[in-house]
């Protein structure tokens, strides 16, 4: 068992304090191995870690100034990854809480702070870890940036409407965020991506790309969601046309069988003939 989420949709929380961690060039800092996971800058989620590398790498980083560097596998199948078996771009995340399970697992709290690109990356035989660079947004165009963070919202509402596993909360919370880069990461953690389309939207820097790019995959949920939703009626219509069927069929069965029954009765037939 390794770095499992307990909860599929991640808790946002606003922690402003520690979304701005200290720039550099470059840094140098412990790699925890995620299997089928992307970890966004504000993400706070709990993980349960089992192999005997990353439970040291999480050692090595309480004494780390409680940072690390969570990054995604290329495969979650992998038991014992190298050095490349993951991908470049991972997240710099602050470790909140640690604990030690008895089954000898360790659960503990992260919260994602920012991206990073490792330049270089090396297994101790201890644990993996990095030379890494954070990840800039570019210079963007803020007139199309306002169109895209309000149209956004629009299409991430009209998904939440026919997607019921996402609590409507969700969207009043994303209502509250006026960060773009935020409001982007939040709608890719509350989307059923695959791991491949949560990396790619990890590796986007540009925050339009990253707004266009979870647009696109919206909308192709939400074709989808509408055509289940159609499928379900016609189903649902099909099945009260059966049941309505069965029912009148039952009836007619019923109403013919009390009818020879009263036929064959001899005090009935007297009774008539009096």
Same mark, same amino acid.
């Given at each position: 068992?390794?770095?499992?989420?307990?909860?599929?949709?991640?808790?946002?929380?606003?922690?402003?304090?520690?979304?701005?961690?200290?720039?550099?060039?470059?840094?140098?800092?412990?790699?925890?191995?995620?299997?089928?996971?992307?970890?966004?800058?504000?993400?706070?989620? !709990?993980?349960?870690?089992?192999?005997?590398? &990353? %439970?040291?790498?999480?050692?090595?980083?309480? =004494?780390?100034?409680?940072?690390? *560097?969570?990054?995604?596998?290329?495969?979650?199948s992998t038991d014992e990854p190298g050095v490349n078996d993951l991908f470049t771009v991972g997240t710099v995340a602050s470790i909140l809480q640690m604990l030690k399970l008895p089954d000898g697992t360790v659960k503990v709290l992260v919260e994602g702070l920012q991206r990073a690109r490792i330049s270089a990356l090396s297994d101790n035989g201890e644990h993996f870890s990095a030379k890494a660079e954070y990840l800039d947004s570019p210079a963007i165009d803020e007139r199309e940036q306002e169109v895209l963070v309000r149209t956004a919202i629009s299409q991430f509402e009209g998904y939440i409407k026919?997607?019921?596993?996402?609590? !409507?909360?969700?969207?009043?919370?994303?209502? &509250? %965020?006026?960060?773009?880069?935020?409001?982007? =990461?939040?709608?890719?953690?509350? *989307?059923?991506?695959?791991?491949?389309?949560?990396?790619?939207?990890?590796?986007?820097?540009?925050?339009?790309?990253?707004?266009?790019?979870?647009?696109?995959?919206?909308?192709?949920?939400?074709?989808?969601?509408?055509v289940e939703k159609r499928i379900r009626n016609r189903v649902k219509k099909q099945m009260e046309k059966s049941q309505r069927e069965y029912y009148l069929n039952e009836q007619m069965e019923s109403d013919s069988e009390r009818t020879r029954r009263d036929g064959r009765r001899p005090g009935r037939k007297r009774s008539a003939e009096a």
């Open positions: 068992m390794e770095c499992s989420v307990v909860g599929y949709l991640a808790d946002f929380k606003l922690r402003e304090s520690s979304m701005n961690p200290e720039r550099s060039e470059r840094i140098e800092i412990p790699v925890l191995p995620l299997r089928d996971v992307v970890v966004y800058p504000h993400m706070v989620i !709990p993980l349960f870690v089992g192999r005997e590398k &990353s %439970i040291r790498c999480l050692e090595a980083a309480m =004494d780390h100034d409680k940072k690390i *560097m969570l990054v995604a596998q290329k495969e979650a026919l997607n019921k596993k996402i609590p !409507p909360e969700v969207l009043t919370s994303l209502n &509250s %965020i006026d960060d773009p880069a935020r409001l982007a =990461d939040t709608i890719a953690a509350h *989307m059923p991506l695959k791991l491949a389309d949560k990396q790619s939207v990890l590796e986007m820097s540009d925050v339009n790309e990253r707004l266009e790019y979870l647009m696109a995959m919206m909308e192709s949920e939400i074709d989808l969601l509408q």
